[in-house]
């Protein structure tokens, strides 16, 4: 199944009837996003991050209003161009019986199939509005001297609106498409590393540009950033069954001296070669990355974990993110993210 296009959206689930006192009937209807562009500015002279992203997309089945998802207080919009929208239009509405059931409504009725560029500023602050508190390693976005900054994702699947729309617009996990994220860190003494499972280039001092796979979903990418004096990192290149090289990286802090990334790189490497011969083919390019702290969360070709969790977490690069049609249609199928049902329509 070709990712983007009509093929991602026969996943999606139907379009929502609106209905409210004073409020004209209308479809919310999901959407198909294909490309997002997004710009994260943390500048440790005010403490401050904003972001602004651009999302491309295709507008659904019915007409109606798109959904999209995002959990930071909006500070403008503007759609095809337009004139800029007040935040307001973009509403966050329940969907479900949680408080992290919840959904953006872009109150402006579009055609159905189609396609739309919607730019969003924003402002970003932890915990994320209207998601989950539950999880073992949680969002962190906290400032330390010398305009250091550490800033963790912090995914789960442990409740709603905790993956990469906590911090990025994003959609629901039926959708997949083209992300890219850069990251600069202002007014800083501090150098810094960037931890991730998407391709890096550098665009100068404590400023990177991250692209991801349109094969990746918004439980797919793994971002960090951390001073670079206080991340301690290994790695190892091993041979999978079948002769295809695979570099693993370890990471973890170095004032945990519980944790010998040694030691984790010879089990990680046993238990990559072990899955690749038992279940099927690697099939995340030829790296996998590991950031050593605590809890545990699955990322494509990645993972956090505290080392007990380690295998649990390896294991998922080939069940829940292993990037082939017939898997991703059966998981889609089983979750349910943000409270929305995932019916076949």
């Known amino acids: 199944m070709k990712p983007g296009g009509q ?126 508190t539950r999880g073992g390693y949680l969002p962190e976005l906290r400032w330390g001297a010398g305009g250091s900054v550490n800033f963790n994702f912090g995914f789960t699947d442990l409740g709603g609106g905790r993956y990469l729309e906590a911090w990025v617009p994003s959609n629901l996990l039926f959708d997949r498409f083209r992300l890219q994220i850069e990251v600069e860190v202002r007014h800083s003494e501090t150098p810094h590393v960037l931890i991730t499972n998407g391709t890096v280039t550098p665009a ?20 960090q950033l951390h001073p670079a004096e206080n991340v301690e990192q290994a790695d190892q290149s091993i041979t999978l069954p079948g002769g295809r090289p695979l570099r693993i990286e370890a990471l973890k802090f170095r004032n945990n001296p519980n944790v010998s990334l040694a030691e984790q790189l010879t089990l990680a490497a046993g238990w990559l070669r072990c899955n690749d011969a038992d279940i099927g083919p690697y099939l995340h390019g030829g790296r996998f990355i590991a950031f050593l702290h605590r809890g545990g969360m699955e990322y494509d070709g990645a993972c956090t974990a505290a080392p007990v969790a380690l295998e649990h977490e390896i294991f998922h690069s080939w069940w829940a993110r292993r990037r082939q049609a017939c898997f991703a249609e059966r998981r889609m199928d089983r979750r349910s993210v943000d409270g929305v049902s995932r019916r076949r329509r």
């Open 204 to 223: 100068g001092r404590n400023h990177w540009r991250v692209g991801y796979p349109d094969t990746f979903t918004t439980c797919s990418p793994m971002l």
């Open 7 to 132: 093929g991602d959206l026969r996943l999606a689930p139907p379009p929502h009837r609106l209905t409210a006192a004073g409020f004209k009937p209308q479809w919310a209807v999901p959407i198909d996003i294909t490309r997002t562009r997004a710009r994260l500015c943390f500048d440790a002279r005010p403490q401050t991050v904003d972001g602004l992203a651009t999302v491309d997309f295709e507008h659904g089945i019915e007409r109606g209003f798109p959904l999209i998802d995002l959990r930071q207080p909006i500070r403008g919009l503007r759609l095809d161009g337009g004139a800029a929208l007040a935040p307001a239009t973009a509403e966050l509405r329940r969907f479900g019986t949680r408080r992290e059931q919840t959904l953006r409504v872009l109150h402006r009725a579009l055609a159905p199939s189609s396609k739309h560029r919607l730019q969003i500023g924003y402002s970003l602050q932890t915990p994320p509005l209207e998601a989950s």
